[in-house]
């Protein structure tokens, strides 16, 4: 079984930045998929970014020019970087990954067990 494996989050001031990990528990073939949701207080899960199997990517319109998503396949692990946080941006952080375990898998989706963000004002 593979389990995501999420590091980065905390506490910290507006304006500040932080980056996410999310790795998975062992060996995989690939990583096709990886996106990054949030889910704040009394608020639904949303959107934060995504990025395909080809590199390319797409986030939500309130990070737009302040958050990276990247990968590294050599890794098995997918980042959000977070530059000029607010204190709207304060969430639990979620990963979510479409990856292969095996070259003859299907490609599986597997989520995170979650981050906290906090950004004070």
């Known amino acids: 079984q593979v389990q995501l494996v999420e590091s980065g989050g905390g506490l910290v001031q507006a304006g500040g930045s932080l980056r996410l990990s999310c790795a998975t528990s062992?060996?995989?073939?690939?990583?096709?998929?990886g996106a990054w949701y949030c889910q704040g207080p009394g608020k639904q899960r949303e959107l934060v970014a995504a990025?395909?199997?080809?590199?390319?990517?797409n986030y939500g319109d309130s990070v737009k020019g302040r958050f990276t998503i990247s990968r590294d396949n050599a890794k098995n692990t997918v980042y959000l970087q977070m530059t000029s946080l607010k204190p709207e941006d304060t969430a639990v952080y979620y990963c979510?990954?479409?990856?292969?375990?095996?070259?003859?898998?299907?490609?599986?989706?597997?989520w995170g067990q979650g981050t906290q963000v906090t950004v004070s004002s």
């Open positions: 979510n990954l479409g990856l292969k375990r095996y070259s003859y898998s299907p490609s599986e989706e597997y």
């Open positions: 062992r060996s995989i073939f690939r990583i096709n998929t």
């Open positions: 990025i395909s199997r080809g590199g390319s990517t």
